[in-house]
């Protein structure tokens, strides 16, 4: 079994930064890319970053030069550090992986945390 817990949310004003953390733990056999998903009320989820296992990174345009992604294989944790947010950043952030279990090792399969609630007042 596979457990994704998020940290970080809070209340941000215009300007401000935060930054999320998203640890997997469980029967990890290997972890391949992590990402950071977001869904504002009434819209549909989004894509806000990805990573690779060897650390290349991809960004939706609307974050790009604002948020940056970064991982910690050793951890098994991936991060988003949010800087200069905007009231449209507001959104429950979710993060997702692709990993192999120690008991399905040869199958890739998703996994979704929580959310965790950010929000930017203006």
């Known amino acids: 079994q596979v457990e994704l817990v998020e940290s970080g949310g809070g209340l941000v004003q215009s300007g401000g930064s935060l930054r999320l953390s998203c640890a997997a733990s469980g029967s990890i056999y290997r972890i391949n890319d992590m990402g950071w998903y977001r869904q504002a009320p009434g819209k549909q989820r989004e894509l806000v970053a990805t990573?690779?296992?060897?650390?290349?990174?991809n960004y939706a345009d609307s974050v790009k030069g604002r948020f940056t992604i970064f991982r910690d294989n050793g951890k098994n944790t991936a991060y988003l550090q949010m800087n200069s947010l905007v009231p449209e950043d507001t959104a429950v952030y979710y993060c997702?992986?692709?990993?192999?279990?120690?008991?399905?090792?040869?199958?890739?399969?998703?996994?979704w945390g929580q959310g965790t609630q950010v929000t930017v007042s203006s």
């Open positions: 997702q992986t692709h990993l192999r279990t120690t008991v399905s090792w040869r199958t890739t399969q998703a996994y």
């Open positions: 990573i690779t296992s060897d650390g290349t990174a």
